[in-house]
């Protein structure tokens, strides 16, 4: 881990360490909320080492609180954990040759880790900055759920701290980077638009299906050039 931490630059260090930092919150939050629904901290604690989704952790946890059963629960973590297949395909030649890197890279792929790997240009450098990735937010993720479960059994309530928010809240600090970009922010804002509007009319999980809209903003349009030149 030292020889890889060495190869990153500061800048990616300390994008590292920040994103750490707010996978630790949002692994709290996730503990916390976990115990109060009902599970013991033990299961939210092996859940977060054996399945290390903080998307999927959510949805069972909010599903098993709602009254739904647990094969809905698997279900629809299964469902919204397909985006991971083109991730390991696009991913693959960052995780390496052998098949215990292979198995371990794939359980470290996450949406953040997959993020930085592909922003690199120089292969070398990706499979450092995904083993680095991979393994810190592991890390930050299941300290801060073993302490959120530990808090837990304290609270009682987490809504009363507001730590339901903390997910969103982490993921909109993920995404704001991201909006120093015209076309990306007026499709986030289009998306965004569509969903609140949908909210009260559609059942849950249907929004945000419906927020995809936004997609449309970042479909390039042709330049006058590219008309002459098709003309042509």
């Known amino acids: 881990m030292r020889s890889i931490w060495r190869t990153l630059t500061p800048p990616l260090r300390r994008d590292l360490l920040a994103l750490s930092g707010a996978i630790l919150v949002v692994g709290t939050s996730f503990g916390t909320i976990a115990v109060a629904a009902g599970l013991p901290w033990w299961m939210a604690s092996l859940m977060s080492v054996v399945v290390f989704a903080g998307g999927s952790q959510f949805m069972v946890v909010g599903v098993v609180a709602a009254g739904g059963g647990l094969v809905t629960a698997v279900l629809g973590a299964l469902l919204l954990n397909a985006r991971h297949l083109p991730f390991g395909l696009a991913i693959g030649p960052v995780l390496g040759r052998t098949w215990p890197a292979r198995l371990l890279g794939s359980h470290l792929l996450i949406d953040e880790s997959v993020a930085f790997a592909m922003a690199q240009s120089e292969p070398r ?107 042509t």
């Open 125 to 231: 450098r990706a499979r450092a900055v995904y083993w680095a990735a991979g393994l810190a937010l592991f890390v930050s993720w299941n300290i801060g759920c073993v302490a959120g479960a530990m808090a837990g059994q304290v609270i009682g309530d987490p809504d009363a701290l507001g730590l339901d928010a903390a997910f969103p809240a982490a993921l909109l600090a993920l995404v704001l980077p991201a909006l120093r970009e015209t076309r990306v922010r007026r499709a986030s804002l289009l998306g965004a638009g569509v969903a609140l509007a949908a909210t009260p009319f559609l059942p849950p999980g249907v929004p945000v299906l419906l927020a995809l809209v936004g997609l449309v903003m970042l479909v390039p349009t042709p330049t006058g050039r590219d008309r002459a030149e098709a003309a």
